[in-house]
């Protein structure tokens, strides 16, 4: 299996430019995770899925994060539009029921 | 879920083993000690998890005390590859699907 595949590793874009973040979960894994990794705040859950449903986005910080799931093997993380103070890296995790989290390698994104 | 408490940072020398404590005194009867590490740029990575029992896999053990109030990650022999952030989380398995992570435990190997 290759894991939670992430794309892309690194996003440089300016301010106010739309940004896409993209995950392939692991197959057959029912739950999907977005976290997002700063120094100032550490890991935050941003929003998660089952069953390609949002079930709690309460972590989306305001109105310019939307999060899609369109099938079970695909979920996007949108910015737009973007702002400097949403440099961080983002991750994307995905597990079978409440079993264990498998995180991808993560999108360092830098918005300048 | 229950709020953990670990210190910031450890030291171990290598080869030694590696004892990390946690603090959940407020755990509830259904929620699960979960341990995971983030080596530094990858994402985190699963270790264990208990729920009263001590548990041990190829990677650590996992001791609970009996009051499920506090418990300890242990590594037997740290290595130079060891060196991470630990994350202590106390998580339910039925409810929200969540796993929140506090700061952790930066364990520093030394050779």
């Known amino acids: 299996d290759a894991g939670v595949i992430q794309s892309p590793r690194h996003e440089v874009t300016e301010m106010g430019q739309e940004v896409t973040l993209r995950c392939k979960p692991i197959s057959g894994h029912d739950y999907l995770f977005w976290y997002r990794q700063t120094m100032m705040r550490g890991l935050e859950l941003l929003i998660y899925f089952n069953n390609n449903v949002p079930i709690d986005d309460s972590g989306m910080p305001e109105d310019r994060f939307s999060a899609k799931m369109p099938n079970a093997s695909f979920s996007t993380l949108k910015i737009q539009p973007s702002e400097p103070r949403d440099s961080a890296v983002y991750f994307c995790?995905?597990?079978?029921?409440?079993?264990?989290?498998?995180f991808g390698s993560g999108t360092q994104l830098s918005v300048l | 879920d229950a709020k953990t408490t670990q210190p910031t940072s450890m030291d171990c020398a290598e080869g030694r083993a590696a004892n990390l404590p946690c603090n959940h005194s407020?755990?509830?009867?259904?929620?699960?000690v979960y341990w995971y590490r983030q080596i530094h740029s990858q994402g985190p990575q699963y270790i264990i998890h208990g729920l009263k029992n001590n548990e041990t896999n190829e990677m650590a053990s996992l001791i609970i005390t009996e009051d499920r109030k506090s418990s300890t990650l242990i590594l037997p022999h740290a290595t130079l590859r060891d060196t991470a952030v630990y994350y202590c989380?106390?998580?339910?398995?039925?409810?929200?699907?969540?796993?929140?992570f506090g700061t952790g435990t930066r364990l520093t190997v030394i050779p």
């Open positions: 989380i106390v998580r339910a398995q039925t409810g929200a699907n969540n796993l929140f």
């Open positions: 995790a995905s597990s079978l029921g409440f079993g264990k989290l498998f």
């Open positions: 407020t755990i509830s009867g259904n929620e699960y």
